[in-house]
């Protein structure tokens, strides 16, 4: 884990390196902001505020001095962007899975032979100043799950639901369970989620799935795993947010 204590120089540092299955990485922090781009393979990543999966071809902002967890799913190819905060006064400050342009997952790969005592005006700088830019633009995705911590109740239910993704849960059973109105928990939801009951519960099945499918588990059985009645419905769910089928994400998993 680097830039734990350390400052960084000349504005960014780009890495490669490789996660085994299983691999983890114990609650840390940096002081420099991250980008970790994925090649293949899939990361989850947690902190006090909930979850991010980190797809293929994806890439995740986690500000400087922001907590986290790892995780490794498969095998992960990753690059890293390590960033000064101060960099660019327009940096994200909170955690998200981010859209990687082609251009930018280029511009990464030439940051790796960039030291970090590059020449002024030159090529490297030229390089570092685009990655910034490229920053500014690239778009945020629905790859997290939140967690309630401020309300014990919901925060017990949402481990229930997704101790039991299979379960063909509504609104009207997390009602029951916490034993107040569909539209008092709807309400809970929005306040300490900020979302729907059924935007948190596609997202809770979609994390999962995506993990299934890394772990080898085929497209028949991952959709039943996580409450869809059928591989079509599944499969339109699943390319609507991910933008691959599951089948062709599986083989992307793997390349």
């Known amino acids: 884990m680097y830039f734990q204590s350390e400052s960084i120089h000349g504005g960014l540092k780009a890495l490669a390196y490789c996660y085994f299955h299983g691999d983890t990485e114990p609650p840390h922090s ?43 799913n498969g095998t992960v190819q990753v ?55 490229e920053l500014k633009e690239i778009s945020a995705l629905d790859f997290y799950v939140p967690v309630p911590h401020e309300d014990s109740g919901l925060k017990a239910i949402c481990e229930k639901i997704s101790s039991r993704l299979e379960h063909p849960w509504s609104l009207t059973d997390a009602a029951r369970m916490l034993g107040i109105s569909e539209r008092s928990v709807s309400r809970k939801y929005h306040l300490y989620l900020g979302l729907s009951f059924g935007e948190w519960l596609r997202r809770q099945r979609l994390s999962r799935s995506l993990e299934l499918l890394s772990s080898g588990l085929n497209v028949m059985d991952t959709s039943l795993a ?6 079509g419905a599944f499969s339109t769910m699943f390319k609507s947010r991910v933008g691959l089928s599951p089948t062709d994400y599986v083989l992307l998993s793997k390349d």
């Open 79 to 133: 690059k890293t962007l390590f960033i000064d905060p101060f960099a660019r006064a327009d940096l994200p400050n909170e955690c998200q899975v981010l859209e990687v342009t082609p251009l930018l997952r280029e511009l990464i790969l030439a940051a790796i032979n960039i030291p970090q005592d590059y020449p002024k005006g030159g090529k490297e700088e030229r390089i570092v100043e685009l990655i910034l830019d």
């Open 226 to 231: 996580v409450g869809y009645d059928s591989p």
């Open 30 to 72: 940096h002081t420099t902001a991250q980008l970790l781009h994925t090649l293949h393979g899939l990361l989850r990543i947690e902190t006090e505020k909930g979850s991010w999966i980190v797809p293929p071809g994806r890439g995740l902002w986690i500000p400087a001095g922001m907590t986290h967890s790892l995780r490794a």
